[in-house]
């Protein structure tokens, strides 16, 4: 572990802390700050200085002027899930953590739109809101944690992004404190006025990975629920044929409303730990979601049920209940959690390719794999050409540490150079700050620190992030010549 290097809290500065927010919402022993030292990227670790947990907006934007009068870095969070280290206090700091801010402030059915604090769970909007025949449609496999305030930050996808579109297709507006306590409201605000002259201002924050201010409350938008799914589980003998199925889909002018593929270590995995009746043996299983109007749904699946067919895919188990069905997503959403029974760490990947390039790089993964001696099962937004290879590996071996980050990279470059990106919904993260440069060039990553100056000019919210030449923990520590 690093040690940080944002001296300890001081008296003064302790005190009047817990004169905000009281002394209960303050952590500073050693001993509780190890809860926060890393976030779902667990390669690095490093204590923040300090946690705090507001209440109110008013208490955030006090903590905040605080932290800029001792010029302390403050780092927003919201559940800990971000798989790039986004999280992660590099060089200590005060962690403002959200979670006690988790109220649905107020449902507008008419409008569909709802106000709320930026520390409610993903979920639980989609379940306030469905005896409505309304629901929330960004979908991160880690919905039932993730809060809000985190998929604005990460600009989070999941299965239905493929046709509803991510994080910022859904939020109109929220509110946020500056680095220096000022509080703004961006976009369309609760009482409906709309910001739409001037620049996006509300674009720019979402996937800023907490380095522009801290959002309290989010004015998102509600769609309506389909009338109608049907979702089936369609069997491989291999990865190509599954991802030419992906590919033929697409071409029909289907647009399905997920289209997630799990190659077949990952579906032993999740079948060994949960028993949905996968057969063991397949090479891949493709889900795929079909939702609108009931009417032509049934001829839609019967063409997808064809292509698969055409694709030789062994069997298409079309789901028969909502039981069914909900099964079927509960296998896709619990895979990461499988991974805990075959591996004591995993590395998540995250690139992009063209969809049309997803059998090369499921090929060149699997090459990966055999170079490095590491397995690496795949579970992924096939749809968007979103793939997640988990590179399995045990932190106690540092030759393993040193092999899965190699490995890592190693994927990562081939997504670039298939014209593809590092990153398709975890962001950068202190892991891909490398990356950053083959993928956006010196002058956008200017342009890019412009904007970030225009917001925090001191560079004191979330730092050591996203940009080349930012410290990460690995700079300090072992791990750094154990890295490739
Ligand atoms: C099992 C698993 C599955 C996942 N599946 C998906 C997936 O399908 N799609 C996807 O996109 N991601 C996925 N993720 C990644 C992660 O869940 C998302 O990035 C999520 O949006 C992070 O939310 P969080 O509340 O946990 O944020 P945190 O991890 O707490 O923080 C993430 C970043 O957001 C910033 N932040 C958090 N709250 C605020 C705030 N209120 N104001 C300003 N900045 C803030 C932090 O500073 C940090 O930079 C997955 C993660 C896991 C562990």
Redesign the pocket.
Same mark, same amino acid.
């Given at each position: 572990m690093t040690k940080s290097c944002v001296a300890a809290a001081s008296p003064a500065f302790l005190e009047a802390v817990r004169q905000i927010v009281g002394k209960e919402n303050v952590i500073h022993s050693a001993a509780e700050l190890l809860v926060y030292e890393c976030?779902?990227y667990t390669l690095e670790k490093s204590p923040p200085t300090l946690v705090v947990l507001p209440n109110t907006t008013a208490e955030v934007a006090a903590v905040v002027r605080l932290c800029a009068q001792y010029n302390l870095p403050i780092?927003?969070?919201?559940?800990?899930?971000?798989?790039?280290g986004? *999280?992660l206090p590099v060089d200590g700091g005060v962690m403002i953590a *959200?979670t006690r801010m988790n109220r649905i402030i107020h449902v507008d059915t008419r409008n569909r739109r709802a106000l709320v604090e930026?520390?409610v769970v +993903?979920a639980w909007i989609t379940q306030a809101v469905k005896s409505h025949g309304l629901l929330f449609a960004p979908?991160?496999?880690?919905q039932s944690?993730?809060?809000i305030?985190? +998929?604005?930050?990460? +600009?989070?996808? %999941?299965?239905h992004t493929l046709k509803y579109g991510?994080?910022t297709n859904h939020v109109l507006g929220f509110e #946020?404190i500056l680095p220096d306590g000022e509080t703004v409201w961006l976009g369309t605000t609760p009482d409906g006025g709309e910001d739409v002259t001037g620049y996006d201002l509300r674009g720019s924050v979402i996937g800023s990975?907490? #380095?522009?201010?801290?959002?309290?409350r989010v004015l998102v938008r509600l769609i309506r629920s389909p009338q109608s799914q049907k979702t089936m589980l369609g069997i491989f003998e291999s990865v190509d044929d599954a991802s030419q199925t992906v590919s033929d889909i697409i071409a029909a002018g289907i647009v399905p409303a997920a289209l997630e593929m799990m190659d077949q270590l990952i579906t032993r995995a999740v079948e060994e730990a949960y028993k949905f009746g996968f057969p063991l043996d397949a090479g891949a299983v493709l889900i795929v979601e079909l939702d609108g109007l009931s009417a032509g749904l049934e001829k839609q699946s019967q063409q997808v049920i064809e292509i698969c067919r055409r694709n030789k895919a062994r069997d298409v188990r079309l789901a028969q209940s909502e039981k069914e069905r909900t099964d079927l997503w509960k296998s896709r959403k619990r895979a990461? %959690?499988a991974i805990g029974r075959i591996s004591p760490n995993f590395l998540?990947q995250d690139g992009v390719v063209p969809r049309s390039r997803l059998p090369e790089i499921m090929r060149f993964i699997n090459a990966t794999s055999a170079k490095y001696g590491l397995r690496i099962p795949n579970v992924f937004?096939a749809g968007d050409g979103n793939i997640h290879p988990l590179v399995l590996y045990d932190e106690r071996d540092a030759d393993q540490v040193r092999r899965a980050i190699a490995a890592g990279h190693d994927i990562l470059h081939k997504c670039i150079e298939l014209g593809g990106s590092v990153s398709g919904?975890?962001?950068i993260?202190v892991e891909k700050i490398s990356f950053m440069e083959a993928q956006f060039g010196r002058d956008s990553l200017d342009a890019m620190q412009s904007l970030r100056s225009a917001f925090d000019p001191d560079k004191r919210c +979330?730092p050591h992030?996203m940009f080349p030449g930012s410290k990460r923990c690995s700079d300090f520590s072992p791990r750094r010549q154990a890295a490739v």
């Open positions: 976030d779902a780092i927003p969070r919201g559940a800990g899930t971000s798989l790039s986004a *999280l *959200l930026a520390g +993903n979908d991160p496999s880690s944690a993730c809060t305030g985190g +998929n604005v930050a990460t +600009n989070s996808g %999941g299965p991510v994080t #946020m990975e907490g #380095m522009f201010g801290v959002v309290t990461f %959690g998540t937004h919904e975890h962001g993260g +979330n992030k």
